[in-house]
């Protein structure tokens, strides 16, 4: 750019270099971005609301920022897409890997420290049984935060009015949480209505249930408490940066039912969106198979994952970060299905009837308690792997015993599995597309007596074609026809694969899969196809920050004024709420500690 061009354009070469970039980056996210929106950006005339701290998102890591930066003196408005608190933190089990020496390990007698957990997250040695490491890439500025704040994370939740369940610290429900003690507590149910059912537990067994309703409610409580403003249907579309590319963070702009409002941060905006599993362009950069009929997102529909804080932050600067823990095949970024016949089929979440959100979730689906009564077909009716397969692992307190911290026995001593039902599933079926495309559980009237089904609705979802019936095979093949199923079933196929797979049965050898023994035949109609594709669970990857959880950019400088967490960002390969809730905490206390801007 010459000279003449920079005075005529108003911009100097770096500032277009940075603008260029931007646009490059968010581009590259799916988000096409003409070239006068980025300019756009600079602050409005004039901003509808003020205050101190603004916070994105009301689930696991933007309730604990807001109540802490409120707590720290900041005024506070947290504004939320959906109609409700909660995000994906209120569908969870409430299972909070929080450690380094709560009082619950201390009175459980179990010896952790912030050096033992910052040891084990960043363990090189340990490697899943298919080879992935869990904790080889995580970034060590982030983890020692971590390591530093989660046992004062934990007492902060404790003195916020969260009850946990009365019992020891344990392993359930861990993923790559560290090897060397039980970290993982629960959250208690109380009488908090479930989103899932839309009512409570059993009063009887409140105390004992763990529930991320019992978590974020009393959160939610918090929050009011403490006068933070929550404005719930307030969608982010931009975040304001001024200059655009290399000046502070200002403030927001949201949509509240397609009215445009611009609110001011007079200190900063703290991002807790909740990660890109429901942006399909997005998680595609990670892993081009994740096309769009990967639809049963863990936690929708309660609560979507649509890359929005990313991708706002992208557009003013932001770098991505930790790009392999979310490509690594371990843990739950893919799950196998738990649940058939309906398309929101994670394991640990089903929708009933009585849920706020049952007519977007539309059925309850059939909950599979042996896997050895159905097969799984691909589009074109094959089978393509034994049924019984597992998913990705991850590691937990005590799964590497002996354990010598660092040691290269650590992964020479375990013995090799690949458990790639996952990458089966989505294999496709050798054709120029990506993505695997659905997969379909295929059983029998006699299976449906074995597992005590009732595949009517509203436990099956007929109307959106996930779910068919028929009284022959062939018949039922040619039922299959929905918004995914982009090549029709050949009935020849299905029948012959039916056919081939009760031969097994009778010889009680697998010798396509290696299935353990195959048991019941497919013989007895009337036939059903049940949806039974993949289900993608964690955002792993993300926003780069640093132990302070600000936001950083190409160069790995701070955005001022931007801080993330949980989901939303980059750099930990732990599942679940710890790290959410944790990073929160940190965000919060650093935002409000920020000098105010004029």
């Known amino acids: ?137 995580n970034d060590r500025e982030i983890i020692r935060a971590f390591a530093d704040n989660s046992a004062p994370a934990f ?19 861990g993923m790559s949480v560290g090897n060397s003690v039980p970290r993982v507590m629960h959250a208690s149910a109380m009488h908090w209505p479930t989103v899932q059912t839309g009512k409570p537990v059993d009063p009887t067994v409140q105390s004992r249930t763990s529930s991320g309703s019992g978590l974020m409610r009393t959160l939610e409580v918090a929050a009011k408490k403490a006068d933070v403003q929550i404005l719930l249907e307030h969608k982010l579309t931009d975040i304001y940066r001024h200059p655009p590319n290399s000046g502070r963070v200002r403030g ?48 929708m529909p309660w609560s979507d994952q649509d890359a929005s804080g990313e991708i706002a932050a992208m557009g003013i600067g932001a770098s991505l970060w930790g790009l392999y823990n979310q490509t690594g095949e371990f843990g739950d970024v893919i799950t196998k299905p738990g649940l058939i016949g309906c398309q929101y089929n994670y394991r640990n979440l089903q929708w009933m009837p009585g849920s706020p959100v049952f007519n977007l979730a539309r059925a309850s689906g059939l909950r599979v308690a042996d896997w050895q009564n159905v097969i799984l077909v691909n589009m074109l009716g094959k089978r393509f792997y034994d049924e019984t397969g597992d998913q990705f692992t991850s590691n937990n307190a005590g799964m590497i015993d002996p354990y010598v911290p660092g040691s290269y026995l650590n992964a020479a001593n375990i013995k090799y599995k690949p458990n790639n039902f996952i990458n089966a599933a989505l294999a496709g079926i050798g054709d120029n597309h990506n993505g695997g495309g659905p997969i379909w559980a295929i059983f029998d009237a006699d299976a449906v007596r074995r597992e005590r089904w009732n ?65 019941y035949k497919i013989a007895r109609p009337p036939f059903y196809a049940a949806w039974a594709t993949p289900v993608i669970h964690d955002t792993r990857a993300g926003l780069r920050i640093n132990a302070k959880c600000q936001v950083q950019d190409m160069q790995g400088k701070v955005i001022p004024g931007l801080y993330c967490g949980g989901e939303s960002a980059g750099g930990f390969s732990q599942h679940g709420l710890a790290r959410a809730i944790c990073q929160g905490y940190i965000a919060g206390r650093n935002a409000a500690a920020e000098k105010t801007t004029e």
């Open 1 to 137: 750019m010459s000279n003449n061009e920079e005075k005529k354009n108003g911009i100097s070469r770096r500032q277009f270099l940075k603008r260029s970039a931007a646009a490059s980056a968010v581009a590259t996210a799916g988000v096409l971005i003409q070239q006068g929106e980025l300019s756009a950006k600079e602050n409005p005339t004039q901003w509808d609301k003020e205050t101190d701290v603004i916070v994105i998102g009301a689930g696991a890591t933007g309730l604990p920022a807001a109540i802490v930066a409120r707590e720290a003196g900041a005024k506070v408005i947290l504004v939320e897409a959906s109609f409700d608190i909660g995000g994906h933190a209120i569908v969870s089990k409430g299972n909070i890997p929080l450690g380094g020496g709560t009082s619950a390990q201390k009175k459980a007698g179990i010896h952790d420290s912030p050096d033992l957990l910052f040891q084990d997250l960043t363990d090189w040695s340990i490697v899943q049984p298919n080879g992935f490491p869990d904790y080889r890439y």
């Open 455 to 519: 595949p009517k609705p509203p436990n099956v979802d007929m109307d959106a074609g996930f779910f068919f019936a028929a009284d022959t095979i062939p018949e039922l093949a040619t039922n299959i026809a929905m918004k995914y199923q982009r090549v029709p079933m050949p009935s020849k196929n299905l029948e012959e694969t039916v056919a081939r797979y009760n031969s097994f049965v009778d010889t009680g050898k697998d010798e396509d899969f290696g299935k353990p023994t195959p048991k």
């Open 155 to 173: 007492e902060w939740l404790v003195a916020h009015g969260v009850v946990f369940v009365d019992k020891t610290p344990d392993t359930l429900s």
């Open 252 to 299: 927001i702009a949201v949509d509240n039912k397609g009215t445009k409002l611009n609110i001011r941060a007079r200190k900063a905006v703290i991002i807790a969106t909740g990660g890109s599993s429901g942006n399909v362009n997005f998680r595609r950069m990670f892993d081009p198979r994740l096309t769009e009929e990967y639809c049963g997102l863990a936690g």
